[in-house]
């Protein structure tokens, strides 16, 4: 079956560097989706790695392992506005997204 | 960015009515558009695939006669649930992809239906 596991929530501090984890199984992979998601809201594309290695953009990073079926998202100098769902998004053999439950950030100040 | 609309935003009806829900690409063709239903602090869940000029492939378990999905145009799908009821509130979320290699969906910004 096809499975995507992220922590449900975790807690940073404003200013901060925080590191979410997502590892998935799918059937075929055609690349990997990060979005976030604020209460209420449609998603918003973040990044998208289809080799292995390390994608920077800004304040985040995407990191991708196919052979671990690992990946995760960095997010550094964190600001109040990052508090968000964070989801990670496998696509498989059929160039469908497999959606989890996402992870819930919460930034204290 | 490719910019994704939704309409309307928010809606509330009775049940037994039936509502229609507008997704339209604004500045690229999109070959294939999804819908998503998303329920309170839960994951998306893909209702069904539509391809333009095709008939949308639902999901397993999403009934196809009460989610009627028309994919007219190349930058407008539409989803009427139908004889609607209050289990079917929910947070409707329509994307679009334009196709090739990249498979970044364009989401827009949803519609949130509440049947009384």
């Known amino acids: 079956g096809q499975n995507i596991d992220q922590p449900t929530e975790m807690t940073a501090t404003e200013g901060a560097i925080v590191q979410i984890n997502c590892t998935y199984q799918t059937s075929g992979f055609n690349g990997l989706f990060w979005y976030q998601q604020h209460a209420g809201e449609a998603p918003t594309f973040l990044s998208y790695n289809v080799l292995d290695g390390l994608e920077e953009k800004g304040r985040f990073s995407s990191f991708l392992s196919r052979s671990k079926g690992y990946s995760y998202l960095l997010l550094k100098e964190l600001q109040m506005k990052d508090s968000a769902s964070y989801l990670c998004a496998p696509v498989d053999s059929n160039y469908q997204l497999i959606w989890g439950a996402g992870t819930k950030l919460i930034i204290k100040p | 960015g490719a910019v994704v609309s939704q309409h309307p935003s928010r809606v509330i009806c009775k049940s037994g009515t039936s509502v229609k829900i507008e997704c339209r690409s604004l500045?690229?063709?999109?070959?294939?558009m999804f819908w998503y239903r998303q329920f309170p602090k839960q994951s998306l869940m893909l209702m069904a695939t539509?391809?333009?000029?095709?008939?949308?492939?639902?999901e397993q378990g999403v009934e196809k006669d009460k989610f009627l999905i028309n994919h007219a145009s190349l930058t407008l799908s539409t989803l009427t649930v139908t004889s609607a009821h209050p289990e079917d509130s929910s947070f409707y979320i329509c994307s679009a992809r334009a196709g090739g290699d990249f498979n970044e969906q364009f989401f827009g910004p949803g519609t949130r239906l509440t049947v009384l």
């Open positions: 500045d690229f063709q999109a070959t294939t």
């Open positions: 539509s391809n333009e000029g095709s008939k949308a492939t639902y």
